[in-house]
T-cell receptor
């Protein structure tokens, strides 16, 4: 049984570049979530999908951010024109929709924008 | 949205000591989870506990939903228990709102 996986684990980029992260959820989970965590804070919700539909987006998700889950399996999170304030850990989680909806997290992608 | 507050923010223990971490939330919840974040940033699931009491080895948790709080108990702490403990609550059947965490350091 594999858990949630994320790639890459680390990404260093220069300001203004575009970056893309990938998340593979637990195989039977139909919900997939993206969170962002900055130093000293708890994770903050960005967006989530149920199957391929993006059901909710946080106000934190500026128009430079876009997320997709084209076939209801893996998801990608793209950040365009990165800024230094985008430096953070990006966490992906998955769960089953329903009354019992425990979320399980991947190892995260740590983004550093120089 | 729901507010989640954790206390204490920091805790230093000697190995073998017991501790209690608290999580208060501002509204009724459908889901409450406790996590341990290891030094590499991985969130490890400890408990899914929207109400009641659960135990897993040296760890146990209690959520009193009507009074809007949850407690995480760590007994006979070990150095490997060090790290950040997060409580996260879900008020609708969708997303988790996290507290700021409790940083635990267990010294030998």
């Amino acid at each position: 049984d594999t858990g949630v996986s994320q790639n890459p684990r680390h990404k260093i980029t220069k300001r203004g570049q575009n970056v893309t992260f990938r998340c593979d959820p637990i195989s039977e989970h139909n919900r997939l979530y993206w969170y962002r965590q900055t130093l000293g804070q708890g994770p903050e919700f960005l967006t989530y999908f149920q199957n391929e539909a993006q059901l909710e987006k946080s106000r934190l998700l500026s128009d430079r951010f876009s997320a997709e889950r084209p076939k209801g399996s893996f998801s990608t999170l793209e950040i365009q024109r990165t800024e230094q304030g985008d430096s953070a850990m990006y966490l992906c989680a998955s769960s089953l929709a329903g009354l019992y909806n425990e979320q399980f997290f991947g190892p995260g992608t740590r983004l550093t924008v120089l | 949205g729901i507010q989640v507050e954790q206390s204490p923010p920091d805790l230093i223990l000697q190995e073998g000591a017991n501790s209690t971490l608290r999580c208060n939330f501002s509204d009724s919840v459908n889901n409450l989870q406790w996590f341990h974040q290891n030094p590499w940033g991985q969130l490890i699931n400890l408990f899914y506990i929207p109400s009641g009491t659960k135990q897993n080895g040296r760890l146990s948790a209690t959520t009193v939903a009507t009074e809007r709080y949850s407690l995480l108990y760590i007994s006979s702490s070990q150095t490997t228990d060090s790290g950040v403990y997060f409580c996260a609550a879900m008020e609708r059947y969708s997303t988790l709102t996290f507290g700021k965490g409790t940083m635990l350091l267990v010294s030998p």
